[in-house]
């Protein structure tokens, strides 16, 4: 990935790599903060249109939606993590450690922007249960599902 990390994507840093007939997907040419940091590995941003909305009429949304998911998304992960997890308790250490490896954002056939986010868990891993994703429709967080 090129760039410097940036809290905000330009039209002009997304590239189109799919475009189905129904939905157009593109990746982000730079490196973005999300959770306040950068996410590890190689895999960029990836952000997915359907065919009835123009992505640049939906810059703003995207932005917004990237801002919540840099700022206020902590303390909501936190209160998600904590009222549906089994006695481990998340906190602000939990999170500054969590490795974000995956985002996608989408504009859904009915206008909503959703998020699915892969992140690493390494507090409350147990064995090879440590990966988690977060999916979020508008700025609601709606389900968090650990993978192992």
Known sequence: MKGTDSKEIIIGNLTQIEDTGEWKTYELNNKLKIFNKSPAGEQPLQVTIYKNYILSENMVRI???????????????????????????????????????????RIEKDGKITSYIDCGDNVYKTDDIYIFSVDTEDEKIMELNYFG
Do not use: P
């Open 63 to 105: 932005n917004n939606h990237i801002k919540w998911l840099a700022g206020g998304f902590k303390n909501d992960l936190i209160d998600f993590y904590n009222s549906q997890n089994n006695g481990n308790k998340a906190d602000d250490n939990w999170y500054n450690v969590l490795e974000i490896y995956c985002v996608s954002i």
